[in-house]
């Protein structure tokens, strides 16, 4: 089945302690892109990447890191979280550029204290 | 800064009836692309309807047809013949070179 796959669905976790959202997709597409949302603010792109090894900043990239280095996977780093950074974050990915269908993960909720 | 506009935090429909969502945008380039995605209670994001700007003939999918008037900078969404199903969050997208911006999104409400 084609799928956008994100670990860990939920998490809580504190203030400066350094996590990752993984994020894997079984199309082979090229184009990646994680996402913040927020009541009120609508989805925000983060950082997209274009292909392995190739990222790139979106609107809100303050506070995040990404890596590319295999076309499957998208990880989110978040070095040293801030309850700021509390928010429902998706991954996302199409077939190149964006200008396609993008396929949405299901979710990840977190929740910095 | 590359803006989308959604005016209409709520809306509701009777269950049969049309509904219009509206979303505006504001970019001084000719070459991008519109999406409305939809967000069931689910959370998952489902892509309705895409709608290329260099196209002048607006883009349909069955029930769900767009007006889009690129002078103006607007891009409606019609949801025609309303089902229970079509409750869910509405939010208008507008991608630039590789970039997506979203607006803040239309909760709409179906009554039986």
């Known amino acids: 089945e084609a799928q956008v796959t994100q670990n860990p669905r939920y998490l809580i976790t504190v203030t400066g302690k350094k996590l990752t959202v993984t994020c894997s997709q079984n199309?082979?597409?090229?184009?990646m892109s994680w996402y913040r949302q927020d009541p009120g603010l609508g989805l925000r792109q983060i950082y997209y990447s274009m292909n392995v090894e190739v990222t790139d900043k979106g609107d809100v990239p303050e506070g995040y890191k990404v890596s590319r280095k295999e076309k499957r996977n998208f990880p989110l780093i978040l070095e040293s979280p801030s309850p700021n950074q509390t928010s429902l974050y998706f991954c996302a990915s199409s077939p190149h550029r964006g200008s396609y269908e993008q396929y949405f993960g299901p979710g990840t909720r977190l929740t910095v204290t | 800064a590359q803006t989308v506009t959604q005016s209409q935090p709520e809306m509701s429909v009777q269950e049969a009836e049309t509904v219009t969502l509206s979303c505006t945008y504001d970019?001084?380039?000719?070459?991008?692309?519109l999406f409305w995605y939809k967000q069931p209670p689910s959370r998952q994001m489902i892509l309705v309807i895409r709608?290329?700007?260099?196209?002048?003939q607006n883009a349909t999918e069955n029930r769900f047809s767009v007006n889009f008037q690129k002078a103006a900078k607007s891009f409606s969404l019609k949801i025609s013949d309303s089902q229970l199903g079509d409750a869910a969050m509405y939010f208008c997208a507008y991608l630039l070179g590789n970039q997506f911006y979203f607006g803040t999104g239309t909760s709409l409400t179906v009554i039986p």
């Open positions: 709608q290329e700007a260099y196209k002048q």
């Open positions: 199309m082979n597409h090229e184009y």
């Open positions: 970019t001084s380039e000719s070459d991008y692309y």
